[in-house]
């Protein structure tokens, strides 16, 4: 399977995963083990179609591109670490303790997270609507749900599960987009390199 189609899978893993997410935030679905287990993979799978979005446009997206993926990246890995810590430390302290870390270094380093993702998103989706390789309806509903995606403290809850919805769209759609994914152009690149090389 190619690079394209397996970031393609992990985007409509995301996708789910965040509808999922939005679903049992808002009582739509139960609050049990498995849920919350599932929780985290939303960001790391986002990780790895980004990933992938970023080498089927970078040739296009510039340094504007690369900046934005780095920090695209770095935020998602970051929010895969919040949400890890939220779901499997936080429910094993007591609640003084929580607010403590919340307080001090910890919540700062959710703050910063949430800025370098928020950052990220733009910058990233900026560069690949530039680009032209990805359908410009689905980066703008991927930054457009990211937006509230990544203060989810600072925006109303409604807000937030919104976003998380919007923001599944535009990864599904934009998987869609990898999942078919000429490869052609990269053998034939190959191919001459080949060529070359032997004469």
Do not use: K
């Amino acid at each position: 399977m190619s690079v394209q189609r397996v970031a393609a899978v992990a985007g409509f893993v995301c996708a789910g995963l965040l509808v999922v997410n939005a679903a049992r935030r808002g009582g739509v679905l139960p609050e049990t083990a498995f849920t919350h287990a599932i929780a985290p993979f939303a960001a790391l799978t986002g990780l790895l179609a980004i990933t992938g979005i970023y080498l089927l446009v970078r040739a296009n997206a510039g340094a504007l591109g690369l900046v934005g993926y780095v920090l695209n990246s770095a935020g998602l890995a970051g929010a895969f670490a919040v949400e890890y810590t939220l779901h499997f430390v936080f429910p094993y302290l007591g609640g003084g303790t929580v607010s403590r870390l919340l307080a001090g270094g910890t919540g700062r380093a959710f703050l910063v997270t949430s800025a370098v993702l928020l950052v990220g998103v733009l910058t990233f989706s900026a560069a690949v609507i530039r680009s032209g390789d990805m359908p410009v309806v689905g980066v703008v509903l991927y930054a457009a749900g990211m937006v509230p995606g990544s203060l989810r403290n600072l925006v109303p809850e409604p807000v937030y599960l919104a976003g998380l919805v919007m923001a599944a769209v535009g990864v599904a759609w934009m998987a869609v987009r990898l999942w078919g994914a000429e490869e052609e152009p990269m053998v034939a690149v190959g191919r001459q390199r080949g060529a070359s090389a032997a004469g």
